[in-house]
């Protein structure tokens, strides 16, 4: 067999981030639309990825956020999203580089991905805490929770590529 020089598992995976980013984009300039509402979840060690260190005691491995009514400050850029939300009755930035999500759901769409293992293990190292980072934003209202998980459904199905490829 001839070896993937290109990586197509990589360029696929990379696109299908892409969807991630474009969907946060479109929410960070014109809110979110309908009934939309996400489910984020990210490795909480992964290089890059930037909460307070309450947060990462909490969820040392992965954490799962929820924008759907109270969020504030969504700005993406080309490699990370950075979102305000609220925590025990305290607003906190998290910035979550879109390598670090394993997976994302709008359950309003049944629409859902998750991502590889391959770059769970890609090296993981602390990420920068609330004392790296300076600015501290004003407090907002209370919010729900934000670390709900995402629900169930019958509908959801994750597919891999790997059912489709010739070995």
């Known amino acids: 067999m001839t070896p993937d020089f290109l990586e197509y598992h990589r360029l696929?995976?990379?696109?299908?981030?892409?969807?991630?980013?474009?969907?946060?984009?479109?929410?960070?300039?014109?809110?979110?639309?309908?009934?939309?509402?996400?489910?984020?979840?990210?490795?909480?060690?992964?290089?890059?990825?930037?909460?307070?260190?309450?947060?990462?005691?909490?969820?040392?491995?992965?954490?799962?956020?929820?924008?759907?009514?109270?969020?504030?400050?969504?700005?993406?850029?080309?490699?990370?999203?950075?979102?305000?939300?609220?925590?025990?009755?305290?607003?906190?930035?998290?910035?979550?580089?879109?390598?670090?999500?394993?997976?994302?759901?709008d359950p309003s769409v049944k629409f859902g991905l998750q991502f590889g293992a391959a770059d769970a293990a890609a090296g993981a190292t602390a990420p920068q805490t609330e004392a790296e980072t300076a600015e501290a934003p004003p407090t907002p209202p209370e919010a729900p929770a934000a670390d709900a998980a995402p629900p169930d459904t019958d509908d959801e199905r994750v597919i891999t590529l790997d059912r489709f490829r010739k070995k």
């Open 12 to 105: 696929m995976e990379r696109a299908v981030r892409g969807v991630v980013r474009e969907a946060l984009t479109l929410v960070a300039e014109h809110g979110l639309p309908g009934l939309h509402h996400f489910y984020i979840s990210f490795r909480t060690r992964a290089p890059g990825v930037t909460l307070p260190d309450s947060l990462l005691r909490q969820y040392p491995e992965e954490m799962t956020i929820v924008l759907e009514h109270q969020f504030w400050d969504l700005d993406v850029t080309d490699e990370t999203f950075a979102v305000s939300l609220s925590f025990s009755g305290a607003q906190e930035r998290l910035v979550i580089p879109f390598d670090a999500i394993t997976g994302f759901v």
